[in-house]
T-cell receptor, first 115, second 116 residues
Framework: AQTVTQSQPEMSVQEAETVTLSCTYD???????LFWYKQPPSRQMILVIR??????QNATENRFSVNFQKAAKSFSLKISDSQLGDAAMYFC????????????FGQGTILTVHP | DTGVSQDPRHKITKRGQNVTFRCDPISEHNRLYWYRQTLGQGPEFLTY????????KSRLLSDRFSAERPKGSFSTLEIQRTEQGDSAMYLC??????????????FGSGTRLTVV
């Protein structure tokens, strides 16, 4: 079974600084996708960034980028120029082509942004 | 279309009572998923539908839980004889069949259940 592990229950960053959230996963599949989702307090979960396992190039979306290390099964999220609106719970998630769209989530990391 | 809607947003019930939640997905999405999220944890998969067919159920979905998606549109999740351990956020999500989460996976705001 696939597992996703986020070892940082909480992280904090100063506004305008950079922070990296860690995620590791375990799978025997070769075709899969990895995601970072953001869940603000009492609000719905939204997709931050996604990475296809077959792509060697790391995904980037504006201030968000990932460091995808396939051999190490590591998938970290870097947030540059942190903003107060980035404060939320962040979840790493995994999906494979054989899972019919079912996502497997990590435990989450609470990110606090200090002004 | 304003996205995935869930009703109610909050539900407080007494232990032993039955509760039903509703999810209205994005109209063109033929896949619909239910997840359960306990406080401070990541969502856990419960079940999913493709159109009206329930194709997979997690072992987390005990006999007290039942989900339906009549006519492949909205879905309901019913919990019978609620227990305090059922207290959680119940999330619904929908997607197109092609691409799944990689092609667009929209979550609702969830229904927070408190069993007292």
């Amino acid at each position: 079974a696939q597992t996703v592990t986020q070892s940082q229950p909480e992280m904090s960053v100063q506004e305008a600084e950079t922070v990296t959230l860690s995620c590791t996963y375990d799978t025997s599949e070769s075709d899969y996708y990895l995601f970072w989702y953001k869940q603000p307090p009492s609000r719905q979960m939204i997709l931050v960034i996604r990475q296809e396992a077959y792509k060697q190039q790391n995904a980037t979306e504006n201030r968000f980028s990932v460091n995808f290390q396939k051999a190490a099964k590591s998938f970290s999220l870097k947030i540059s120029d942190s903003q107060l609106g980035d404060a939320a719970m962040y979840f790493c998630a995994y999906y494979s082509g054989t899972s019919y769209g079912k996502l497997t989530f990590g435990q989450g990391t609470i990110l606090t942004v200090h002004p | 279309d304003t996205g995935v809607s869930q009703d109610p947003r909050h539900k407080i019930t007494k232990r032993g009572q039955n509760v039903t939640f509703r999810c209205d997905p994005i109209s063109e999405h033929n896949r619909l998923y239910w997840y359960r999220q306990t406080l401070g944890q990541g969502p856990e998969f419960l079940t999913y539908f493709q159109n009206e067919a329930q194709l997979e159920k997690s072992r987390l979905l005990s006999d007290r839980f039942s989900a339906e998606r009549p006519k492949g549109s909205f879905s309901t999740l019913e919990i019978q004889r609620t227990e305090q351990g059922d207290s959680a956020m119940y999330l619904c999500a929908s997607s197109l069949e092609v691409g799944g989460p990689s092609g667009g996976y929209t979550f609702g705001s969830g229904t927070r259940l408190t069993v007292v």
